[in-house]
């Protein structure tokens, strides 16, 4: 076999490996969040172990290193875009990550710091280690607990318009329960008189500055980066150089490594040389809205304005929501 077909046979393999890899994970991680009983957690230990086995003969990853707790979460928010910043940031060499959500500083964080530890992918001393779980940026105990296990965590929040984000939060719902009352239902507790009902979450994440404001009580404002979820669909390439400047890392990802994909209507990696793998989010990514009526949108819009308005002066951007 001639020097560049070995060359291309190890990258395909290196390649098909790196999926396997992912999808043992996944199952990994689910079993834990389906279950709560600790033999379940002994057996995603064990897949966890066997997954660091196949790292570690991945030529990407490091034959060494050391599990890590995170030092940087994508905490939020859901449906902002979360899933493509990590799957974005993790292509750089010195970022590795969990590509599930371990929802630990939610939901199971009884389970103590050295499970959490188990759940990471092994690191050099170079590397960052991520995770992201959207649900932690509306989570009350979320910003404690994680300052308990480190006050120089950084974080990424995703943010995206509140209105566009409630339906795009409302259509998944619905894919997945289709006899709920319409958005209309949910979102007003009398929608003549335009109240609306903050206590439905789809409405209440979007409340970002009232969130923002607890997790102020335990980070300091530099220590929370904002990617804007619009622009990272304009202009992946800016908004991920920004979360790389965040992270301290060299600015390896660029326009180089991303195309827009007119069928998915969204911007894809570019398919490494001779690999066969999708680079594109999958189908829960992207999805066609829920229609809803214009004006329902104005009064989301009048709702959200002070809430969008007071976020703006907070971390000193302007998202131009209005
Ligand atoms: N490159 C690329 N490809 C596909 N989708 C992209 C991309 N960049 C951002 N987005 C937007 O990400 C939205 C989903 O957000 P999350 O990943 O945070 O969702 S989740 O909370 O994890 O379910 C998803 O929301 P919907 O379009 O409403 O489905 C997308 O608009």
């Avoid at 490494?272 to 004006?295: A, F, M, N, W, Y």
């Amino acid at each position: 076999m001639g020097s560049k077909k070995l060359l291309q046979k190890s990258h395909y393999c290196t390649i098909s490996a790196k999926a396997r890899v992912i999808s043992d994970e996944t199952r990994a991680v689910r079993l834990a969040n389906l279950t709560g009983n600790q033999s379940k957690h002994s057996a995603l230990q064990k897949t966890q172990d066997v997954l660091d086995h196949k790292q570690s003969n991945n030529s990407n990853s490091p034959k060494y290193g050391n599990k890590k707790l995170p030092n940087a979460l994508i905490v939020g928010v859901k449906k902002g875009g979360t899933r493509a910043v990590l799957e974005f940031i993790r292509i750089h060499p010195d970022v590795r990550a969990l590509g599930t959500e371990p929802h630990f500083f939610d939901r199971n964080y009884d389970k103590g710091l050295d499970w959490y530890r188990g759940l990471m992918p092994r690191t050099l001393d170079s590397q960052i280690t991520m995770e992201k779980t959207p649900s932690y940026f509306v989570t009350r105990e979320a910003p404690r607990r994680i300052s308990n296990m480190s006050r120089e965590t950084k974080l990424i929040v995703v943010v995206r318009n509140p209105v566009t984000r409630a339906i795009s939060d409302y259509t998944q719902t619905l894919s997945k329960k289709p006899d709920i009352p319409s958005f209309e239902e949910l979102a007003f507790k009398n929608r003549s008189q335009g109240i609306v009902d903050t206590s439905w979450n789809a409405i209440r994440i979007g409340m970002y500055i009232l969130h923002l404001e607890n997790w102020l009580q335990y980070f300091r404002l530099s220590q929370i980066h904002f990617v804007s979820g619009e622009r990272l669909i304009t202009d992946p390439a800016g908004e991920l150089g920004r979360v790389q400047d965040f992270l301290g890392l060299k600015r390896i990802i660029t326009d180089k490594h991303f195309y827009f994909n007119r069928t998915k209507g969204f911007p894809c990696l570019k398919k490494p040389e001779s690999s066969s793998q999708p680079r594109c989010l999958g189908k829960s990514k992207g999805r066609t809205h829920v229609q809803i009526d214009q004006e329902v949108i104005e009064q989301l819009r009048e709702f959200y304005r002070p809430f969008n308005v007071k976020f703006y002066e907070m971390v000193g951007h302007d998202f131009r929501w209005d």
